[in-house]
């Protein structure tokens, strides 16, 4: 059996929006290998601090990543967590999970996801974060280009029929 992939709930964004690119080519290929266990049937667990994401740091990726301190202890990383969690559970619409959680990712969710973050309701997370241009421009183009089960995708009407009043 796969062992279990820990992501902290903001990087559950981020896994959403990959495109291949990352803070270094070492932690893109890291991230790509997250990935393929996700799709290969790994349980996602969620963690408090830090994450697998996190532990494919090199010393020096902290502060590409905006942050000076460790990634465990760090209080801004932890209120974008909070954040997130908001906006994923609502758009999955499932109750707020605790840490150590076990949080279902499949297709299905993936794309629910993805349609909540193209319409804007699930970036809260994201305002001052420096790949938001790159995600905001993954949504915009339907996703074409992601590396997390790319046919997962909102599609052309379910996208447009969110933005309807
Ligand atoms: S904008 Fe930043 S925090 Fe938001 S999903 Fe993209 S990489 Fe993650």
Same mark, same amino acid.
């Given at each position: 059996m796969t062992d279990a992939v820990r992501l902290r709930w903001h990087h559950v964004l981020c896994i959403l929006n990959h495109g291949g690119d990352s803070h270094t080519p070492a932690h893109a290929a890291h991230i790509g290998r997250i990935i393929r266990k996700i799709e290969g049937g790994a349980a996602i667990k969620i963690t408090a601090g830090a994450d697998d994401i996190c532990g /494919?740091? *090199? +010393? /020096?990726d902290a502060i590409r990543c905006n942050h000076a301190m460790s990634c465990d202890r760090n209080r801004t990383l932890r209120m974008l967590d909070q954040w997130a969690r908001a906006d994923i559970c609502a758009a999955l619409q499932i109750p707020a999970l605790q840490a150590g959680g076990d949080l279902v990712l499949k297709t299905g969710e993936i794309k629910q996801l993805r349609l909540a973050y193209a319409a804007g309701r +699930?970036?809260? +997370?994201? /305002? +001052?974060?420096?790949w938001k241009d790159a995600c905001a421009e993954m949504a915009g183009k339907?996703?074409? /280009?992601?590396?997390?089960?790319?046919? *997962?995708v909102p599609g052309r009407w379910p996208f447009v029929a969110s933005l309807l009043p």
């Open positions: /494919g740091f *090199a +010393a /020096g +699930a970036r809260t +997370a994201c /305002g +001052a974060c420096r339907n996703y074409q /280009g992601a590396r997390l089960w790319p046919d *997962a």
